[in-house]
């Protein structure tokens, strides 16, 4: 199964990160590799990406999730389960993944990281919730992180979860 990546870079991220689109598809790219893509019923997959502000990101927030505040990473998956609809020409429409530069930058200043493994990391967290993982349950988040820390250790990236209490 190959991935496909539709990416839309806006304001600030062309002019502060323009490497945004080659970091970005590395991430994807492993993310979709790790969660046995093989399960789904298709020969292509693909994902939208939208690198955005913080304003934008907080009206989609509001809107879908109803939460007023700016956030890192939404994704929105096309599908829940194995919904054939989304299939269309041997491609699975995976969904669409949309990233706040602002709080990006700032969570990967608060932690000490280089902006372009935090970056990374919220690329592969969207896409993974893209393929049906989650972290609401104990359980499921556990299994979203370790594959998580497994695919950025790939891509020669430290444990984001390293200095946490994973509970």
Do not use: C
């Amino acid at each position: 199964m190959v991935l496909h990546i539709d990416v839309t870079v806006e304001t600030p991220w062309k002019e502060r990160f323009p490497e945004a689109k080659k970091v970005l598809t590395a991430a994807a790219k492993a993310a979709f590799k790790a969660a046995k893509t093989d399960a789904f019923p298709a020969k292509n997959a693909d994902v939208s990406i939208l690198l955005t502000t913080d304003e934008k990101i907080r009206a989609l927030n509001k809107e879908y999730r109803k939460i007023d505040k700016p956030t890192n990473v939404l994704s929105f998956a096309a599908m829940d389960g194995e919904d054939e609809e989304t299939v269309v020409d041997d491609t699975l429409t995976l969904g669409d993944i949309v990233v706040a530069f602002e709080t990006t930058l700032r969570e990967a200043e608060e932690n000490d990281q280089p902006f372009a493994d935090h970056f990374s990391h919220l690329i592969v967290h969207g896409v993974l919730h893209l393929m049906g993982f989650d972290h609401i349950d104990p359980v499921d988040a556990e299994e979203m992180e370790a594959l998580e820390i497994a695919v950025l250790k790939g891509l020669d990236i430290e444990n984001p979860y390293a200095d946490k209490d994973l509970v």
